[in-house]
């Protein structure tokens, strides 16, 4: 009796309760092994399924963009029609013209700006100022009717010009093709007379400051960061402009000489610098070198516009077809 009861077999003892914390304390054991064995194997799989690590775009460097205000200077050439005498003079008095190349060397500088759009259409402005030195000492040759007498008229030498036009292009990321067309002034000497080597003068000049229009094309490389140099080829289109002799002057007295073609051609080449953006966008700006990646709705943006993942997580949202069915099943035999 009782060694029975000493070892808990009494009347009424069920033995299953004697070691039912036990069972529960092992239950419990199993399932946080179960548990812990489908969250490995699951996480696992999930791993697997994942796509792989998209790189970082933000180290991809932006394309070029030409979007912004810029200064420069530039030197070159310019010349008219003058050695074109057939058709560019004549006067009252019937006379015969001959006349050298007038080429001039200029130089002077320019401002503009400029915006591209994202289809790499480019649009401008352009203001120019440049100086000619009075050192082309070709003279115009005009022979009267009866051969015997030349007048030798100084050439009529441009001091300066100055153009405002709009210019169109297509950038290839740093390479830009453009055209441009406006207004264009130009200011000239007065020149001297001789006749028969003795000294006279012009009654008047016409249009020794004047204006017209100006149209061109050019080619510019931006080489590095915001320096550009670019080679241009500009047209100026200018009115007629009358000498008329002074009176008094042995045979070509009251003669009118009409100078028809004093359209001037340039070739400069230029060095621009960008001074930066502006409307908020920096020096270098606009299509990033993976503009044509479609990113997802979820990823973020850096500072040059372009898109990638931060986390794994905004790849799960990129795949709503990922999706895994887990079976668990328990047998309690």
């Known amino acids: 009796m009782n060694m029975r009861r000493r070892l808990g077999r ?16 092992c239950r419990g054991a199993q399932s946080a092994a179960l548990t812990f064995t489908l969250c490995l194997g699951v996480t696992s799989a999930f791993a697997a399924d994942l796509p792989a690590p998209i790189p970082s775009l933000a180290n991809v460097p932006a394309a070029y963009n030409w979007t912004g205000l810029y200064i420069g200077g530039n030197i070159g050439a310019g010349w ?13 008095l019937g006379s015969t013209f001959s006349a050298a190349t007038n080429a001039q060397f200029l130089g002077g500088g320019q401002v503009g700006v400029n915006y591209e759009f994202a289809n790499a ?23 009267d ?22 210019r169109l292009g297509y950038a290839w990321d740093r390479m830009l093709l453009y055209g441009k067309g406006g207004g264009a002034w130009v200011a000239t000497n007065s020149p ?8 006279a003068s012009f009654n008047s000049i016409s249009n ?6 100006t149209a061109g094309f050019g080619f510019e490389w931006a080489f590095s960061g915001n320096w550009s140099v670019r080679a241009e080829y500009a047209y100026i289109g200018l009115p007629n402009q009358t000498f008329t002799v002074a009176p008094g002057t ?31 966008t920096d020096a270098v700006i606009g299509r990033s070198a993976a503009s044509d990646v479609e990113a997802a709705p979820t990823a973020s943006a ?24 887990t079976r668990l099943i328990f047998s309690d035999s």
Not at 125 to 136: I, K, M, R, V, Y
Not at 192 to 199: D, E, K, L
Not at 208 to 213: A, E, L, M, N, Q
């Open 145 to 166: 009717p009866a051969g015997t007498v030349a007048a030798n008229i100084g050439t009529s030498n441009v001091r300066w010009l100055a153009t405002v036009s709009g």
């Open 302 to 325: 850096n500072a040059n516009g372009s898109r990638f993942m931060t986390s794994p997580f905004e790849v799960l949202l990129m795949r709503p077809n990922l999706i895994m069915h």
């Open 80 to 92: 008219s029609g003058l050695s074109d005498t057939n058709t560019n003079f004549s006067d009252t």
């Open 250 to 280: 042995p045979i070509f007295g009251g003669d009118v000489i009409t100078f028809s073609n004093r359209n001037i051609s340039m070739v400069t080449g230029a060095i621009n610098y960008k001074l930066g953006g502006w409307c908020g």
């Open 192 to 199: 001297a007379i001789s006749v028969a080597g003795t000294p």
């Open 208 to 213: 020794t400051t004047t204006s017209g229009y």
């Open 121 to 143: 259409i480019v649009i401008g402005a352009e203001a120019t100022f440049d100086g000619l030195p009075n050192s082309q000492n070709a003279t115009v040759t005009a022979t």
């Open 10 to 25: 009494g009347p009424g003892s069920n033995p299953a309760k004697g070691c039912g914390v036990s069972v529960a304390v």
